[in-house]
């Protein structure tokens, strides 16, 4: 089980926008703001999508925005494409001695 | 570019070693800390490692403690993962990632494709 939860799946038709939850506790996505978000194709390497909570790293599509209220971040797709298709990750920083916590992912249908 | 590019991965038998490397380029590896994350196949991702850009501090996962060793040779740009006591458990996929210096958060803003680790008898 993973530390921080989240939606199995989640689908959406282009164009469209949809929003993936990460709730975790006070000792991680609740206590600090830096929750990231990645993105995983099958068979290749997680990509990073957003920085703690809500910056984009450089690249990124301005389609992907981040958010946090108390104890569950958000990761919003807007304006859905077919490339988006993929499974996401979030993450947190933990007091905990486990330094950082992820959740179990989420794959995302494009209809 | 940057470029975390992951060895070492195998067959082991239950209860045997095995050593991971990532070979880093494309940037100035001493000044970063690194991670080892994992992946069960079919499963989500898990922070087994974090190593200091010195390497005088390790961080590891509760499932991993004593087991595993994490350490790096900053002049040859080399991470490596010593793995003791395999279980089935441990059998994944096992990415390097860069620690990000954008962020005072565990965020990894490159990771390697992995390599595979199948612990069976």
């Known amino acids: 089980q993973s530390a921080l939860t989240q939606p199995a799946s989640v689908s959406g038709s282009p164009g469209q926008s949809i929003t993936i939850s990460c709730t975790g506790t006070s000792s991680d996505v609740g206590g600090y703001d830096y929750v990231a978000w990645y993105q995983q194709h099958p068979g290749k390497a997680p990509k990073l999508m957003i920085y703690d909570v809500t910056n984009r790293p450089s690249g990124v599509s301005n389609r992907f925005s981040g958010s946090k209220s108390g104890n569950t971040a958000s990761l919003t797709i807007s304006g859905l494409q077919a490339e988006d298709e993929a499974h996401y990750y979030c993450?947190?920083?933990?007091?905990?001695?486990?330094?950082?916590?992820f959740g179990g992912g989420a794959k995302l249908t494009v209809l | 570019q940057v470029q975390l590019v992951e060895s070492g991965g195998g067959v082991v038998q239950p209860g045997r070693s095995l050593r991971l490397s990532c070979a880093a380029s494309?940037?100035?590896?001493?000044?970063?800390?690194m991670h080892w994350v994992r992946q069960a196949p079919g499963k989500g991702l898990e922070s087994v490692a974090l190593?200091?850009?010195?390497?005088?501090?390790?961080y590891y996962a509760d499932s991993v403690k004593g087991r595993f060793t994490i350490f790096r040779d900053n002049s040859n740009n080399t991470l490596y993962l010593q793995m003791n006591s395999l279980r089935a458990e441990d059998t994944a996929v096992f990415h390097c990632?860069?620690?990000?210096?954008?962020?005072?958060?565990?965020?990894?803003?490159?990771w390697g494709q992995g390599t595979l680790v199948t612990v069976s008898s």
């Open positions: 990632a860069r620690q990000s210096m954008i962020s005072f958060g565990r965020v990894m803003d490159y």
């Open positions: 993450s947190s920083y933990t007091s905990s001695n486990t330094y950082v916590v």
């Open positions: 190593i200091s850009y010195d390497g005088n501090n390790k």
């Open positions: 494309g940037f100035s590896f001493s000044n970063y800390d």
